[in-house]
């Protein structure tokens, strides 16, 4: 048997271990895909496991994250900081081999995957920042994105999002194999895959090539055209067996989601003449491996001498590199807003600013640029032939948007940003989740935040999305009252490091409050003193929970106007200082959305003004006066509220 082979059983064997010791896990998967890992690895894939960070290393992404002990049995035998007791501690507390790989960079976990398709589109996104800064910063950053794929990722629609948008762009370092083995959960995808997947790939602009996913020298010469084809990705269909090896559990659903037992093990591990015991791996696996990640470590000591000498002979080159991969730390320069002015333009006349002060910042639109004012005007967009492009064309494809912007974002050097109308936040939850679930500073601009949409009716008005994004845990989400809070919410969310921030941005102008810099930093802060009652409101409902106020006074109601654009960072603030902004009066909540969990902040026995209907098609000043939205409603609805 060949070092190769006996390295790809090693794999197996792993994977039937660790999943038997733990009683719960994939084998299947890494089983059928051993083969393929092994001839990547040795012969193709570039990293340091002394230098896992290392910038210019080539990426690997396990986009069916379920096949996790394909990845930790890789990164162990490669010698990457991950020992054998935490593969015989899979998906155990405390362990770093959790079910599904989380994104850990020490030890050679590029991203988190496990939602099928998810690891699919952060590739293309790894992909679109590898070409956005080899043009910046040519070889020092030169590199290949590599990921496996199954039946099920290429089910899911992000995949085709993603996968059409990686053709159209033409991102010849991007290399995705295809674990082909026509199983999944409810047993053959006779029952629901058939598509001719390679026509379609090819039709969307990819090379595509199939062979036998077991065949070392048949994966070795795809791999190598696929290397040298620059104009476009490459889909290798690799034809696998789930559960290879197996005497009686091979093709079957049976060994994808379940431990094969101690007697098929014992059955699998003489059929493939593996004759050790469970978690021993023999010398020349590791030799195998140490060998073949010699040439990453090798090739990672040229680049340090390659950058040391680039830097020496252009030491403006080493600051612009210490620009793009050092946290950022600005404050925004106030264009002088004064007159009324909606906070999505308010946002876009900041862009250029950014631009400059942050050199990393890039992204784009789901085809709505002009809608919601998310372009760099000093910059062309980002293309095959414009790849030094800061603005991102993502087309209609929420979801594969979310997806890349997370893939850009994690791949260092870069600040990736994606932008739609509110509404369509539901079609990227699943990206927009994972960026808080890996601490990643993503930013998502939604824009039309509310049924100030107005004639485009319920389908475009939100009215839950806001509450969903206040329960993503390590999410931070902003609705900024006017232009100059506006300000102050970019400022946060590209100062933010360990996770992501929402802003969410109105279509229809607000007035610029009177008001001194400061406060939104804090969650909420009182816009006005006031000792009989407290009207607690976010966004566009400030500038009316203002006038409601002044219509109080009239009556002799002394009001107190709190503005409060993030629940999260007000939690976060010293209960003494929640007490001191939200005072001992009486509170109402006034906020253009469902009026879920606004008891956390009013009490049991506050009033809430919002919005637990789905909207209408009208123009928005008659929305604001049928849903109670208007400085008079407010004050008559406040009125029947108070004693």
Known sequence: MSSAHLAANAIRALAMDSIQKSNSGHPGAPM?????????????????????????????????????????????????????????????????????????????????????????????????????????????????????????????????????????????????????????????????????????????????????????????????????????????????????????????????????GADEIVLTKEALGWEHAPFEIPAEVYSFFSDAMASGTAAREEWDTQRAAAFAADPSLAAKWEAYHSPVSIALDDPGFDAPIATRSASGKLFDQIADKVPGFIGGSADLIASTKTVISTSPGFSSDSPEGRNIYFGIREHAMGGIVNGITVHGGLRGYGSTFFVFSDYMRGAIRLSALMGLPSIWVFTHDSYAVGEDGPTHQPIEQLAAMRVIPNMVTLRPADATETIEAWELALNRNDGPTTLLLTRQNLPVLERSKGGVARGAYVLRDGSDITLIATGSEVSAALGAADLLAETDVSAKVVSMPSWELFAEQPAEYRTEVLGSAPRVAIEAGTSFGWERWVGDTGFIIGIDHFGKSAPAERLAEEFGFTPEAIVEQISAYLP
């Open 32 to 260: 059928g895909m051993a083969d393929m890992a092994v001839v990547l690895w040795s012969k193709f894939l570039q990293v340091d496991p002394t230098q896992p960070n290392w910038v210019n290393r080539d990426r690997f992404v396990l986009s069916n994250g379920h096949a996790s002990m394909l990845m930790y049995s890789l990164l162990h035998l490669s010698g990457f900081p991950l020992p054998m007791a935490e593969l015989a501690t899979f998906r155990q507390w405390g362990s770093h081999t959790a079910g599904h790989p989380e994104v850990n960079h020490d030890l050679g976990i590029e991203v988190t995957t496990g939602p099928l398709g998810a690891g699919f589109s952060n590739g293309v996104g790894m992909a679109i920042a590898e070409r956005h800064l080899n043009s910046v910063f040519g070889d020092l950053v030169n590199h290949t994105t590599y990921a496996f794929v199954s039946d099920g990722d290429l089910m899911e629609g992000v995949s085709q999002e993603a996968g059409s948008l990686a053709g159209h762009l033409g991102l010849g370092k991007l290399i995705y194999l295809y674990d082909s083995n026509k199983i999944s959960i409810d047993g053959s995808t006779e029952v629901t895959f058939t598509d001719d997947t390679a026509a379609k790939y090819a039709a969307m602009g990819w090379h595509t090539t199939t062979i036998d996913g077991h065949d070392h020298n048949a994966i070795e010469a795809a791999l190598t055209e696929a290397k040298s084809i620059s104009d476009r990705p490459s889909l290798i269909v690799a034809q696998t067996h789930i559960g290879y090896g197996s005497p009686n559990k091979v093709d079957t659903s049976n060994v994808h989601g379940s431990p094969l």
